[in-house]
């Protein structure tokens, strides 16, 4: 147990639906951050969140969405997909801003995303 | 440009020794991450390194040079449950952590 629970671990969905993943973290992190994992690929970063405010985004397509509403909480809205977006979907947390501290990423288990 | 490279699978036997090895570049630098992931789970930090040297926890050691932009993790007295894949990453000039695609490691009997 990681202290950050993702939901749902398994998602099927048509390339005309529309999802959302959820992220919660209790581990009392001021960041958090979506990352996308495909097979023998590096993690590939997507979004971060620092203190509720967008601090990254790297050139994800529109039909990626994410939201922060506060600093346990964050989503990732998903519409149109394409199948090539099928991947392991991974969230992380960590407490940015200590002085001469590691800044150490939390990860959740992920949520496996198939698009038909 | 910054990249880093690491093998894409090891095989080892068990109770033996295996070295992992990452390279990397980059003009900015703020530490070496070494992850483990079992299948289905998620990542869970194993070392840091920021400093040349070996970082020596428990079965699990990480060693980092700077100099050649190199790194290992070394895992004595392999186990059943090692088997997993190992993720390097390095911290850039943005504190951005830049990822190797993992190596897969299989433990045999």
């Known amino acids: 147990e990681t202290g950050v629970t993702q939901t749902p671990r398994h998602l099927v969905m048509g390339m005309t639906n529309k999802k959302s993943l959820k992220c919660e973290q209790h581990?009392?992190?001021?960041?958090m951050y979506w990352y996308k994992q495909s097979a023998k690929k590096p993690l590939e970063l997507m979004f971060v969140?620092?203190?509720?405010?967008?601090?990254e985004n790297n050139s994800v397509p529109s039909r990626f969405s994410p939201e922060c509403p506060n600093s346990s909480h964050l989503f990732l809205h998903l519409h149109t997909l394409q199948p090539e977006d099928s991947a392991l979907y991974l969230c992380?947390?960590?407490?940015?801003?200590?002085?001469?501290?590691?800044?150490?990423?939390?990860f959740g288990a992920g949520t496996r995303l198939s698009v038909l | 440009g910054q990249n880093i490279d690491q093998p894409t699978e090891m095989t080892a036997t068990e109770g033996a020794i295996v070295q992992i090895n990452c390279t990397y570049q980059?003009?900015?630098?703020?530490?070496l991450f070494w992850y483990q992931q079992h299948a289905g789970e998620a990542p869970t930090f194993l070392s840091y390194?920021?400093l040349d040297g070996l970082e020596e926890k428990g079965r699990f050691s990480s060693f980092l040079s700077r100099s050649k932009g190199y790194s290992y993790l070394l895992l004595k007295e392999l186990q059943m449950k090692d088997s997993a894949s190992y993720l390097c990453?390095?911290?850039?000039?943005?504190?951005?952590?830049?990822w190797g695609a993992g190596t897969k490691l299989i433990i045999k009997p």
């Open positions: 990453a390095f911290m850039d000039s943005n504190y951005q952590l830049i």
């Open positions: 390194n920021v």
């Open positions: 581990l009392g992190h001021n960041a």
């Open positions: 992380a947390s960590s407490q940015e801003g200590l002085p001469d501290r590691v800044n150490i990423q939390y």
């Open positions: 980059t003009s900015g630098f703020n530490g």
């Open positions: 969140y620092s203190l509720e405010e967008r601090v």
